[in-house]
């Protein structure tokens, strides 16, 4: 099977870009990256793509006027690479509907919390607010709507009685960095399906195990 072709967005420093790639380098791993695309000049993401030897081009939002220029801007590189899958990580900039119903079912998206709880920005200081007792994160499918679509993978990452939102945010991260080439993977090998906007993955199972917080 050919290995599908990635775009990755981003806007910062681009750790799950890094995983995504530290994952492609597999021989195995049904996907590459083909491209990453940032809107924001000097991305410490960059570096990253640098170092991997792929191919990078920053498309600023701020040379445009509305975010339909925008899109269009960063859709001829993106088409160019072959890509035909956009991830995104770390990239804060909303997708419009028209760029969504055109890239439907194949933009992923990772967010720091358990979608869906704590859509938006604040995700650990919110969830420490609201006193619960797991967190994590989730990878999706994008939809319109902020951090909405079919979910493809969430990992559960205890809170401890003296976080605070940074200490949070790093578990969280370590999270992300396995639960992104994971979510990747499934979808670039063809085992994901989307069925009246929920995920199926073939051949997979859900533990039987249960965690406990805290744990008595």
């Known amino acids: 099977m050919a290995r599908r072709k990635v775009a990755v967005l981003i806007s ?18 049904p996907a590459e990256i083909a491209l990453v695309v940032s809107n924001v000049p000097g991305a410490g993401g960059l570096a990253h793509a640098a170092l ?21 801007a960063m859709e001829g590189p993106i088409r160019d690479s072959g890509a035909d899958l956009i991830c995104l990580a770390g ?3 909303l997708m419009s509907a028209g760029f969504v119903e055109r890239w439907w079912d194949r933009i992923l998206n990772i967010h720091p919390s358990l979608l869906p709880s704590f859509r938006g920005l604040d995700t650990h200081a919110r969830a420490l607010a ?9 990878v999706h499918f994008v939809r319109p709507a902020m951090d909405d ?20 945010a790093g578990r969280v991260l370590l999270a992300e960095h396995r639960c992104y080439p994971m979510a990747l993977r499934l979808v670039a090998s063809g085992r994901v399906r989307v069925v009246e906007e929920r995920v199926a993955v073939d051949g997979a199972a859900a533990p039987e195990a249960f965690l406990l917080n805290p744990e008595g």
């Open 12 to 29: 910062g420093r681009g750790s799950n870009l890094r995983a995504l790639l530290d994952a492609a380098a597999a021989p195995d791993f």
């Open 52 to 72: 991997a030897g792929v191919p990078a081009v920053t498309v600023d939002h701020r040379d445009f006027s509305d975010r339909d220029s925008f899109e269009r």
């Open 91 to 93: 990239f804060m900039r």
């Open 130 to 138: 609201a006193g619960v007792r797991f967190s994590g994160c989730t």
């Open 149 to 168: 679509g079919p979910i493809i993978v969430q990992a559960a990452v205890p809170v401890h009685a003296d976080d605070d939102a940074e200490r949070l």
